[in-house]
Each structure stands twice: as structure tokens, then as C-alpha cells.
């Protein structure tokens, strides 16, 4: 009964236009974190967009939590609203802890590695940035939203790579002295490989979404 109720009254589409504008913020906070590993930007530039990027994204996320409580109908379960909105603001709040690490540690050069990390984390930011308008309808997009999920999650994969790989050649560099530049240098790879896992969650919370509502 009550879903028959629900298809009566008004679409609420805020919630989509919501989460769409946080992928944009997403991506342009990825965008900045790739251009100052990548050395496109300097990494003060850097650092400043994507600390801007995350506080966009954070007022964002506001009107999300703000709008679950004010709103009658959904579009789908409030619980899972909240939970999007908070692993795609992860994603962005992990950046963020990456440019701080950057800054406090004075880190002026990165290694190949996290250059590659960088892309790899800015295709992941816009894999997603792709999927989140496919909620706008789940049955229509059900087989494209689970191929996307599906590519994010090699995407990450490729990320644990990338990361033993520059832990292991920071290690050889640095086994024998200069005991703190790899310590800073795990903590920077430590960082960047989290911030796709965090997209991953994003990938993995729209999946379920899309499950509940088949």
C-alpha cells in the first residue's frame, strides 16, 4: 500500500541534484590533488583547491542531511541517503588529508608512483561523477551502474597495486638512511591509495541501492 502511495505523490529530484553537484566538487578536488602530484600546479595551488573543493563539498553534504529531515517522500530509503552522501564526502575528506600531510610535511617532489595514483584516483572521481545521475533511474541504468561499479572496483585494485609498488622502491631508496623520507613518503602513499578505497564505498553503497530497489 504504501508504495503504491509513493508513486502518487511528487518526484523528489533535490536529492539527485545534490549528489550530482558533490561529484562535481569531487572531481575538481581530484583534478587539483592530480595536477600538484603530476606538477601541472604548484603544491600550494594544489593543496588550496582541493581544501576548497572540500569545503564545498562539506556544505553540500549539509543540504543533504538538512533535506533528509524536511522531506516527506525520498526517493529512496533515508538511511542510504545518508550513507551516500557520507561515503562520497569521505572520498573528498581523505583528499583533503592528503594536502595537509603534503603541507605540514613540506613534500615538494613525489615519486612515479603516486604521479600514478593521482590518475588513477581522478579516473576513479569521474567514474563516479558518471554513475551518480544513473540513480536519477534505477531500472533503466540497473546493468550500466553495476558495469561502472564494477570498473571502479579494478580501479581500485590497480591503486593496492601502485601502492606496494612505491612502498617497496621508497623502502629500497631509503633502507639504509634517511629513515624520516620514508616515513613520510609511506604516510603520502597511505593517504592517496585511501582515497580511492573511498570511492569504492561510493561504487559499492549505489550498488546496494540499486539491489533494494530491483
Known amino acids: 500500500m504504501l508504495g503504491w502511495f509513493q508513486k502518487l505523490l511528487p518526484r523528489e529530484n533535490k536529492f539527485f541534484d545534490?549528489?550530482?553537484?558533490h561529484s562535481v566538487a569531487l572531481v575538481a578536488g581530484a583534478k587539483a590533488l592530480n595536477?600538484?602530484?603530476a606538477g601541472a600546479v604548484s603544491v600550494?595551488?594544489?593543496c588550496a583547491e582541493v581544501i576548497a573543493q572540500e569545503n564545498r563539498a562539506d556544505e553540500i553534504a549539509g543540504q543533504v542531511m538538512l533535506e533528509v529531515g524536511r522531506t516527506f517522500i525520498t526517493p529512496f530509503d533515508r538511511g542510504d541517503i545518508e550513507e551516500l552522501i557520507g561515503t562520497m564526502d569521505d572520498a573528498i575528506d581523505q583528499m583533503q588529508k592528503t594536502v595537509k600531510a603534503i603541507t605540514l610535511?613540506?613534500?615538494g617532489s613525489f615519486a612515479p608512483c603516486m604521479k600514478d595514483l593521482g590518475m588513477v584516483i581522478l579516473q576513479a572521481s569521474e567514474r563516479v561523477a558518471v554513475l551518480l545521475p544513473m540513480l536519477r533511474?534505477?531500472?533503466k541504468h540497473a546493468i550500466?551502474?553495476?558495469a561502472l561499479a564494477k570498473e571502479i572496483g579494478?580501479?581500485?585494485e590497480r591503486s593496492d597495486e601502485l601502492y606496494d609498488e612505491g612502498l617497496k622502491a621508497l623502502f629500497k631508496a631509503h633502507q639504509t638512511s634517511d629513515t624520516m623520507s620514508f616515513i613520510v613518503g609511506a604516510e603520502i602513499y597511505d593517504h592517496l591509495e585511501k582515497v580511492v578505497d573511498r570511492f569504492e564505498d561510493v561504487a559499492k553503497r549505489v550498488s546496494r541501492i540499486v539491489l533494494e530497489h530491483l
Open 18 to 21: 545534490l549528489f550530482e553537484s
Open 35 to 37: 595536477g600538484l602530484l
Open 44 to 46: 600550494p595551488e594544489g
Open 105 to 107: 610535511f613540506e613534500v
Open 137 to 139: 533511474d534505477i531500472k
Open 144 to 146: 550500466s551502474i553495476g
Open 154 to 156: 579494478a580501479i581500485e
